[in-house]
């Protein structure tokens, strides 16, 4: 079986990491990759831009890919997956119209409000005077977001009416966002603890995968501005067996029944970033229409199942056939990131340690690395991915601070307080 993997990042090289442990997989093509699909066994970069449909269709029907895998979320905000299927190709990725979950926010709020699924009250604005004016109005804090893809980075939680107008103005007036931004919502701000939950999904079955929480902000404590993700684990305590079965009923059902009835079947990997009150109410934050990232990382270091039958059975719309396996121990990842990251990250420096083999039960996945004379350098603003296991989550964050402290060379930038919601539920 060859595999072709669409995108450059650190869920890229875990997806690639994945199914090269297939023994049925022969090879796996990843466009464009990075450094660190360059280095892993059975995997080969391959230079293409991965928003280019007819490239890709070309190189997979040369190469003879059994499947291909779309990685981030533009390719399938751009119809690339469409492309794939109308050329009789097999390819796992949400079509162009299910990825407008993740390609707009107004769409997919207005979505869920037509389904019946929770979420935040919210207000859309094109203009910014009618924003500046509601703010003046309504109770603080709000959640101010760039209507489309911003890399992770367009959303705003603002505490001051001050915060909410200057983000109101950096993507209304100031064009911070591009086309991105030149829509915002506005929504309600729900206090509680975010979890992550990701499901495989055939159109019409769901397969949960192992929970997850992220860190978005860039500080300690969760503090400063939001980033594409500092780290996470799995699986995440505050989704308890009770609240898996409730997600499950009230969000990650009436989606794919919403999304049919509509006329987009969504198959794909769907990802409902979630708020749990401290009473135990859920409301959907976000949806994405890929793996998240630095989600995927620790995730996929506790698969023990094939990642490509699974892929497999979804293509089939098989689903319910199968089963997912996990390792029990619960997993870390800790990203390292560039200098002055997430605003201008200094690229093009050294990294050293890299050529050290990863401890047992550690793996280092690369995001921002390029790879020049056999030695690595900053290409990116999240750098890389320590992720590990252990016995306990205390013990998984220890083993991943053993392969950090190994790194050298470039003044990368990470937090040490990864998993501290994990570790306070367990003291408390």
């Not at 595999?3 to 990042?9: A, D, E, M, R, Y």
């Not at 990843?30 to 280019?52: F, H």
């Not at 205390?394 to 060379?409: E, K, P, S, V, W």
Request: hydrophobic share 40%.
């Amino acid at each position: 079986m060859q595999i072709l993997i669409l995108g450059n990042g650190g869920r890229e090289h875990a997806l690639a990491w994945a199914c090269s442990k297939d023994p049925s997989v022969q090879r796996v093509f990843v466009a464009p990759g990075n450094a660190g699909t360059a280095q892993e066994a059975k995997c080969s970069n391959v230079s293409m831009n991965p928003l280019d449909a007819q490239e890709i269709i070309a190189f997979v029907q040369q190469q003879d890919i059994d499947l291909t895998l779309i990685g981030p979320e533009a390719p399938l905000v751009a119809g690339v997956s469409d492309a794939l299927r109308a050329a009789g190709l097999a390819v796992f990725g949400p079509s162009q119209a299910a990825a407008q979950l993740e390609g707009s926010k107004s769409y997919a709020k207005a979505f869920m409000s037509r389904h019946g699924i929770p979420t935040a009250g919210y207000r859309v604005f094109q203009e910014l005077s009618p924003a500046l004016a509601w703010l003046q109005t309504h109770p603080l804090p709000v959640v101010i977001k760039a209507d489309g893809l911003a890399a992770g980075k367009g959303v705003v939680v603002a505490a001051t009416l001050t915060e909410a107008q200057a983000a109101v103005r950096s993507m209304l007036e100031d064009n911070r966002f591009g086309q991105a931004g030149a829509s915002v919502v506005i929504e309600e701000f729900l206090p509680g603890e975010e979890a992550s939950f990701i499901v495989v999904s055939d159109g019409v079955h769901a397969l949960p995968l192992a929970t997850s929480q992220d860190h978005k902000r860039i500080g300690e404590g969760d503090t400063g501005p939001n980033t594409g993700g500092m780290g996470a684990y799995s699986p995440a305590p505050v989704v308890t067996a009770l609240l898996h079965e409730k997600i499950m009923e009230t969000v990650i059902y009436p989606t794919l029944r919403g999304m049919a009835a509509e006329g987009h079947p969504y198959s794909g990997f769907l990802y409902a970033g979630l708020m749990i009150s401290p009473d135990g109410q859920i409301a959907v934050v976000e949806f994405n229409c890929r793996l998240g990232d630095p989600e995927t990382q620790p995730i996929l270091l506790r698969l023990q199942s094939s990642l490509p039958g699974l892929l497999q059975a979804a293509l089939k719309q098989q689903l319910d056939q199968v089963s997912i396996h996990w390792d029990p121990r619960p997993a870390l990842g800790i990203v390292l990131a560039a200098p002055n990251y997430p605003d201008t990250p200094v690229l093009g420096e050294l990294i050293t340690g890299l050529n050290h083999p990863d401890p047992e039960d550690v793996k280092t996945f690369l995001a921002g690395v390029r790879l020049e004379h056999q030695q690595c350098f900053t290409a990116g603003g999240r750098v890389l991915c320590v992720t590990a296991l252990g016995a306990t989550v205390q013990q998984a964050r220890t083993n991943a601070f053993g392969r950090i402290h190994q790194l050298g060379g470039a003044a990368l930038y990470y937090r040490r307080d990864i998993g501290h919601r994990a570790l306070d539920s367990q003291n408390s």
